[in-house]
C-alpha cells in the first residue's frame, strides 16, 4: 500500500519560510519522480515543483528563487524549503510520487501566508 504523508504546514508571516516533508511508503522511492502541486480555494491545483531520482529538479516560475525542492532517497522522504513566501502562496500543499505502480498523492498539508 502507497502512503505519502505531508508535513510543516502552517501559518507563516509575508517574508517567512516554511520546510514541507513528505515521507514515503510502499514504494521504490529513488525511483520515483516526486513533486509538489498546491491548491488554492477556487483555483485548480497547480505542479509547483518536481525532481526526478537523479536529482534533477523543476519549478513553476512564480517560485523560482524562492522554492526549493530536495530529497533522502535514504529517508524515503521529499521536501519542499519555503522562503520568502507571499500571500499569494497560500494554498493547501499536495506531495505527489510518479513511478512504476502510477500516480500517488498525499493528503495536503495547509500553508497559510499572512499578517
Known amino acids: 500500500q502507497v502512503q505519502l504523508v505531508e508535513s510543516g504546514g502552517g501559518l507563516v508571516q509575508p517574508g517567512g519560510s516554511l520546510r514541507l516533508s513528505c515521507a514515503a511508503s510502499g514504494i521504490i522511492f529513488s525511483i520515483y519522480t516526486m513533486g509538489w502541486y498546491r491548491q488554492a480555494p477556487g483555483k485548480q491545483r497547480e505542479l509547483v515543483a518536481t525532481i526526478i531520482g537523479g536529482g534533477g529538479t523543476n519549478y513553476l516560475d512564480s517560485v523560482k528563487g524562492r522554492f526549493t525542492i530536495s530529497r533522502d532517497n535514504a529517508k524515503n522522504t521529499v521536501y519542499l524549503q519555503m522562503n520568502s513566501l507571499k500571500p499569494e502562496d497560500t494554498a493547501v500543499y499536495y506531495c505527489?510520487?510518479?513511478?512504476?505502480?502510477?500516480?500517488?498523492w498525499g493528503q495536503g498539508t495547509q500553508v497559510t501566508v499572512s499578517s
Open positions: 505527489s510520487g510518479l513511478g512504476d505502480s502510477g500516480l500517488h
